[in-house]
């Protein structure tokens, strides 16, 4: 509920504190008086868009404060703790208007932005009038409303909740199959190269082998010769049989030399074994000198094939095998992937066939919410003398959402026979008012949390229509806060709280006041609607009757 509105030096208001009270509140005045000033600066402090220059001439800044009392569960409590703001019982909202141009807000002494302004409005004030285009003259909406007057919440939440598992689900679909895209790109070529890997088959430390093979087998022929040379003189023609031979001579003298020959005998044999392992080293050296050359060319393909496979792939000769053991896991995958992709498109095909049946049972739903609200305005029409008109909640298919299906439009036909359209497309001003008013009223229900303000939406009736608009006001305002401008004494007499908004002149300076009426003062204000700017005791008796009626 709106509590208080301080406003200082905006347009031609000076300043002016306002205290409102639950139920009817009504403002009256001349045309001009400022009633839309008022207006003006509920919006701005709510961050609303609207007029560019707001500032008073010759002040250096303008100002509106706010004083709201936000009942527990109310659901501006979810956004000052979404925005990190204090948030209790009472909420200020303050904001800044420089000469320059520059704005600044606070809520409850906390510096914030229009946005945040904004958000929370949208949970405090509804502003309706001819040129309504935040709430009920805007389809985006109807379906909300819709909606809400038929208490689709359970409905709304397995819809949303079955959209939520089409999305994950879809999400999921798309991030495989473009995965597998990026993979079945490649494949070709993965096929390719692992079989080119498979059928080489190289091993790690396979390239040095082989390199050191080539190189032995190249020097092979020339240190050939040498190396048999080197054998011959160690065999039997050479150091080995002339060492036999000193050996068999020595021992042959041994007893005669009275001991002196046993140390070199014994030399001797040991010598005799160690060019026994020479011979033997020499051997197998002449041994693996001794190649085909057919050999040191296959040695030399393969070789040669290892490194530039290794150069295609840009990976090490020794890195080959793991390298193909990779590509060999991205089709392994290929193929897991295609079948996770059939199992991913069959929970798809499972979670859209669940969200059609949550979103036909919301389609059901308010289709029938749509009878119930057409005869609930219809019968609100008939006191607001449009008997003869036609308000019709139609429904067509639109894009799956969250929401479900549908796409919900209110329309009117204001004469029997006529074609209907969009509320602000069809009716007049004054058929506008009656028709808001008349939603208003069926869609508003229990709903007390926002204070709601009505601009001149009596505009254009009189008389027992005028009189049946002030009454669903106050009844529209029984246990919440409703605030009106209005020109119709009818209205006015409807009031609980009355306001006059008037102007004054103080040293050629046009500045605008408001100020709370007394009983009397009411009636001397209601009279003046009646009759003009001459009251007569006529219209007084007529304004004493419209208050005690």
């Not at 709304?156 to 991030?175: N, S």
């Not at 597998?180 to 396979?206: I, K, Y």
Request: hydrophobic fraction near 45%; charge should be negative.
């Amino acid at each position: 509920m709106l509590r208080a509105l301080d406003i200082r030096d905006m347009l031609i208001i000076d300043r002016l504190e306002l205290v409102f009270q639950p139920g009817l509140n009504v403002l009256t005045g001349e045309t001009g008086a400022g009633k839309s000033i008022l207006l003006d600066s509920l919006g701005f402090v709510l961050g609303w868009r609207g007029r560019a220059e707001l500032v008073r001439q010759g002040a250096e800044q303008g100002e509106v404060v706010a004083e709201f009392d936000l009942p527990e569960g109310h659901p501006a409590h979810d956004i000052l703790t979404e925005a990190g703001l204090p948030s209790g019982e009472e909420l200020i909202l303050r904001r800044v208007n420089r000469a320059d141009g520059r704005k600044t807000a606070w809520v409850n002494d906390r510096r914030c932005s229009g946005e945040v302004l904004r958000a929370l409005s949208e949970t405090l004030i509804e502003l309706h009038g001819q040129h309504d285009d935040r709430g009920l003259l805007n389809p985006r909406g109807h379906r909300a409303m819709l909606d809400a007057f038929a208490r689709l919440d359970h409905l709304l939440a397995d819809t949303r909740a079955a959209w939520g598992q089409v999305a994950k689900a879809r999400k999921t679909v798309e991030a495989t199959q473009a995965a597998l895209n990026a993979v079945r790109a490649e494949e070709e070529f993965l096929r390719h190269a692992v079989a080119e890997l498979d059928q080489l088959d190289p091993m790690p430390g396979e390239d040095a082998e082989l390199d050191a093979r080539r190189r032995l087998m190249q020097g092979a022929e020339k240190i050939r010769d040498d190396v048999a040379r080197a054998f011959a003189l160690l065999g039997g023609e050479g150091a080995e049989g002339a060492m036999s031979d000193a050996l068999r001579w020595l021992e042959g003298v041994t007893a005669e030399a009275g001991g002196q020959l046993e140390g070199p005998i014994t030399a001797l044999g040991r010598a005799m074994i160690e060019l026994g392992e020479a011979q033997n080293g020499v051997e197998s050296c002449l041994n693996a000198l001794d190649f085909n050359p057919s050999e040191l060319e296959a040695a030399e393909e393969r070789l040669f094939a290892i490194r530039a496979l290794a150069r295609k792939h840009d990976v090490l000769p020794d890195e080959l095998g793991a390298y193909a053991e990779t590509l060999r896991g991205k089709l392994n995958a290929l193929e897991a992937g295609d079948a996770d992709l059939q199992q991913q498109r069959t929970d798809l095909a499972e979670a859209d066939a669940a969200y059609d049946v949550a979103a036909s049972a919301l389609s059901t739903a308010r289709i029938g919410a749509a009878g119930r609200l057409d005869t609930a305005v219809m019968a609100e029409l008939a006191p607001l003398k449009m008997e003869r008109a036609v308000f019709e909640t139609k429904l067509t298919v639109g894009e799956a959402g969250p929401d479900g299906r549908d796409m919900v439009a209110f329309t009117v036909a204001t004469n029997p026979g006529a074609p209907a359209g969009p509320l602000n497309k069809i009716a007049s001003g004054g058929e506008l008012s009656r028709f808001l008013l008349a939603l208003k009223v069926c869609l508003t229900g229990e709903d007390s949390a926002r204070t709601m303000i009505f601009d001149e939406i009596d505009r254009g009736v009189g008389g027992a229509t005028a009189d049946a608009v002030g009454r669903r006001l106050a009844s529209l305002a029984h246990g919440g806060q409703v605030l009106v401008v209005t020109h119709s004494p009818q209205v006015a007499a409807q009031g609980q709280h009355h306001w006059r908004v008037q102007k004054q002149v103080q040293d050629n300076i046009t500045l605008s006041t408001v100020v709370p009426l007394s009983l009397d003062e009411r009636v001397d204000e209601i009279a003046r609607m009646v009759a003009g700017d001459t009251i007569t005791d006529e219209a007084r008796a007529a304004a004493k009757a419209l208050l005690v009626s």
